[in-house]
């Protein structure tokens, strides 16, 4: 079952901050987090274990509460770059990831 | 360090042709996903793949659909008899060996089909 991703869209101001929810039903193993730019391929961002070992970038930071099945990611003086749709992807220990419908982030001049 | 190579980057078929679509994974990395991508929707899972193993192919459609990842040589995805509702971008990710959970993936560029 994927997770559900909120909210759907967002729009930001250079330097303004943002969260964005991922939550399963699912018991999870680690979430993912990955943005795509329109017609490119998704990039990723960040992976958060159970247990609390996380690796990814720098600018970024997340979170994963592994009880109640949610992950936040946290957007910080966000840049014109930045903008993109993020998606996260949720793992039971499977191996397959699923994804989350994506979150659109739009940030202005 | 060469990321996940896929081709073509696009591909036109016709109605009833096959789609053959390949990826190369990142260099030691021994997993790979496919992922199927609608306009403006998110990434539906299709298959997991080890080589020369299917791990998980929960998301391929039971007709038409298969994939393969050969002890050399790219992956594979391979759509029969495609039809316009194939039409999609398709994603190739790969990581690096050990539990598939833990690592992240690495995408390729994608392959744009568009079913005539």
């Known amino acids: 079952q994927q997770p559900v991703q909120s909210p759907q869209a967002v729009i930001l101001r250079e330097g303004e901050d943002a969260v964005i929810n991922c939550s399963s039903s699912?018991?999870?193993?680690?979430v993912h987090w990955y943005r795509q730019k329109h017609g490119e391929a998704p990039v990723f961002l960040m992976i958060?274990?159970?247990?609390?070992e996380q690796k990814g970038h720098e600018k970024i930071s997340a979170s994963f509460n592994e009880k109640k099945q949610q992950s936040s990611l946290y957007l910080t003086a966000s840049q014109l770059s930045y903008s993109g749709t993020y998606f996260c992807?949720?793992?039971?220990?499977?191996?397959?990831?699923?994804f989350g419908d994506g979150t659109t982030l739009t940030v202005k001049p | 360090n060469a990321g996940v190579m896929q081709n073509p980057r696009h591909l036109v078929r016709r109605r009833g042709q096959e789609a053959r679509l390949r990826c190369s994974p990142m260099?030691?990395?021994?997993?790979v996903y496919w992922y199927r991508q609608l306009p403006e929707e998110g990434l539906k899972f299709m298959v997991y793949?080890?080589?020369?193993?299917?791990?998980?192919e929960s998301g391929m459609p039971k007709e038409r659909f298969s994939a393969e990842f050969p002890k050399e040589g790219p992956s594979i995805l391979r759509i029969q008899q495609v039809v316009r509702g194939d039409s999609a971008a398709y994603f190739c990710?790969?990581?690096?060996?050990?539990?598939?959970?833990?690592?992240?993936?690495?995408f390729g560029p994608g392959t744009r089909l568009t079913v005539t």
């Open positions: 990710a790969s990581s690096p060996p050990g539990t598939g959970g833990n690592y992240e993936q690495y």
């Open positions: 699912k018991a999870l193993y680690s």
């Open positions: 958060l274990l159970k247990g609390g």
């Open positions: 992807g949720t793992d039971t220990n499977a191996g397959k990831s699923t």
């Open positions: 260099k030691g990395h021994s997993h």
């Open positions: 793949l080890q080589k020369e193993n299917i791990i998980d």
